[in-house]
């Protein structure tokens, strides 16, 4: 009786450890929950900050008369001038802050070009002409933060099945899915939906080299 009753407290012990062992991971997961959130939240911010620094941002490619050690006035007389002659919009050296190449320059390669307005509403008036630009392979978009740019690029190849169409505005990230054959209206990405396009595969390329096929003669 005495070898049962000393069995019977060492079981209830063992549950009552058994209960604080339980109570103890669960407290370590909702700890864990509370730093992947914080650094989630940290994360975003840090995010945003950077988008919101690049408010009055353009990037253009194709602008030519790339040289090596181009300075940022004649990159600025560039794009005004181009963007004038194709498009009709005049722009003045007090519009823009700074305008510069992107890159390591190479000869025969036209490096694409950061602008930074003075105001934001010169850059709003700028976009409605990126469709004429366009005509002379010059091509407007907004300058992204690094994370912004990367999961742009990741909704619109990692998934091409089910995304029709993806494009930023105002720093934010839009997408339009295919719903049943039809499209489904403009999404919003969320912040927290980045982490699942990031993740993502990358569609594997074909690499193989090209076959040239000969006529016999």
């Keep these: 009786m005495d070898q049962a009753k000393e069995i ?66 004649t990159t ?33 390669k036209q490096r694409p070009v950061i602008v930074t307005f003075v105001r934001r509403q010169t850059k709003i008036q700028a976009f409605p002409h990126a469709k004429q630009l366009r005509q002379s392979a010059i091509y407007i978009n907004e300058d992204l933060s690094k994370t912004n740019q990367e999961v742009l690029s990741s909704v619109r190849l990692k998934d091409r099945n089910s995304v029709k169409k993806a494009w930023s505005h105002e720093g934010k990230i839009y997408v339009i899915y295919k719903q049943n054959g039809q499209e489904d209206g403009p999404n919003e990405l969320q912040y927290k939906q980045y982490h699942y ?14 076959t040239r096929l000969t006529e016999a003669r």
């Design 8 to 73: 019977k407290n060492l079981q209830k012990e063992l549950t009552k450890k058994d209960t604080t062992i339980e109570n103890l991971n669960e407290e370590s997961k909702r700890l864990e929950n509370c730093v992947r959130s914080d650094e989630d939240y940290v994360d975003k911010v840090t995010n945003d900050l950077e988008q919101y620094g690049r408010r009055n941002n353009i990037r253009i490619s194709g602008i030519h008369g790339d040289a090596n050690r181009q300075t940022s006035e």
């Design 76 to 108: 600025t007389t560039l794009v005004i001038n181009t963007i004038k002659e194709k498009t009709g919009l005049e722009l003045n050296v007090n519009d823009i802050d700074v305008a510069h190449r992107l890159g390591k320059y190479r000869q025969c």
């Design 197 to 210: 396009w990031l993740n993502l595969p990358w569609p594997v390329r074909n690499t193989a080299p090209a």
